[in-house]
């Protein structure tokens, strides 16, 4: 179907690319007419957000996930690299004043003599994407914003990487560089498989609200320093049950707790490792995530 300037406009107009959390719009959505035969496609929930995140590849969805974990109070997908002038990705945390612009790709394309094309028929730049921005505490980054290239290694580490992927990447790493936010280029495959795995079991899928209102509660606080006393020397199932009891929470609530406990790291166990819970906890993933929080949230401009 032919890309028309309507469709363009109606794109922008309708919210396509801005917005934060819940109210945020990815540039490209997933829907029946997409399609790759060379990629996982998927619509999916994630920790913290109720709205559903469009992912172009497995690579992208699992490294989203990893970042949740990390820390990222927000991970926004396919966010758009506007062609023109446009105001600076950080006024819409308020991490820029809004009489801070970027110069757009067009003139990024231009100084670094990258072809940028237009769609079809028209005079006007492809709007491009970064695979996911995320947004991190201030704490962790003060420059609140970090750009993520999420490709597979085995194209970068080719004898001849094509220099269309190499072009798109370094626009990429132009884009954040003019912005002065931290760019990387993340090879999903190369997280410890079992971390995935453990992630994908582990995430709370609930909002950001009910999550922080369990986290904040005197139960939880409580069923915390009890399971944290306990659960290096027993099974971990048994030292949750008993966790649990104590603070009168059925086993529902027991066992939701207890995910969201691992999740967060409240009580520090390895989830890069098997964590079966017929065993008593390894300590070890604190120090893994603040590690890799470091390594991909952390990074200077």
Not at 76 to 88: D, F, G
Not at 185 to 198: F, G, M, N, S, T
Not at 212 to 237: C, F, H, I, M, N
Not at 244 to 250: I, L, Q, R, S
Request: net charge positive; with cysteine; aromatic share 10%.
């Amino acid at each position: 179907m032919k890309f028309t300037m309507t469709k363009l406009v109606a794109a922008i107009q309708e919210g396509r690319g801005s917005g934060n959390s819940n109210a945020y719009r990815p540039w490209i959505e997933v829907t029946r007419s997409t399609s790759s035969p060379y990629s996982n496609l998927s619509v999916v929930p994630v920790p913290h957000l109720t709205r559903l995140t469009h992912y172009l590849s497995r690579g992208e969805r699992q490294f989203a996930l990893f970042l949740w974990w990390l820390g990222a109070t927000d991970v926004r997908e396919q966010y758009p690299l506007w062609p023109w002038e446009h105001l600076h990705p950080g006024t819409q945390i308020g991490a820029a004043s809004k009489d801070c612009f970027h110069p757009g790709t067009r003139q990024i394309a231009r100084e670094a003599g990258i072809s940028l094309p237009n769609y079809p028929g028209l005079a006007v730049p492809w709007v491009l994407s970064i695979d996911l921005i995320a947004t991190v505490p201030a704490a962790i980054n003060p420059s609140r914003l970090v750009g993520i290239s999420c490709k597979p290694k085995e194209i970068l580490a080719s004898d001849s990487p094509s220099n269309k992927e190499l072009e798109r990447l370094e626009l990429d790493r132009r884009y954040c560089l003019h912005a002065k936010l931290p760019h990387c280029v993340a090879h999903p495959e190369q997280l410890p498989r079992q971390l995935l795995k453990q992630l994908h079991w582990l995430s709370p899928i609930e909002s950001f609200s009910a999550l922080s209102e369990l986290r904040k509660s005197l139960q939880y606080k409580t069923y915390v320093e009890r399971l944290t006393q306990t659960g290096y020397d027993r099974p971990a199932w048994i030292a949750s049950k008993e966790a649990g009891k104590h603070v009168g929470w059925p086993v529902h609530l027991e066992q939701r707790a207890m995910k969201v406990a691992m999740w967060y790291q409240d009580v520090d166990v390895d989830v890069s490792k098997p964590a079966p819970t017929t065993r008593p906890f390894i300590a070890g993933g604190t120090a893994y995530r603040d590690l890799a929080r470091k390594q991909w949230l952390g990074r200077a401009a």
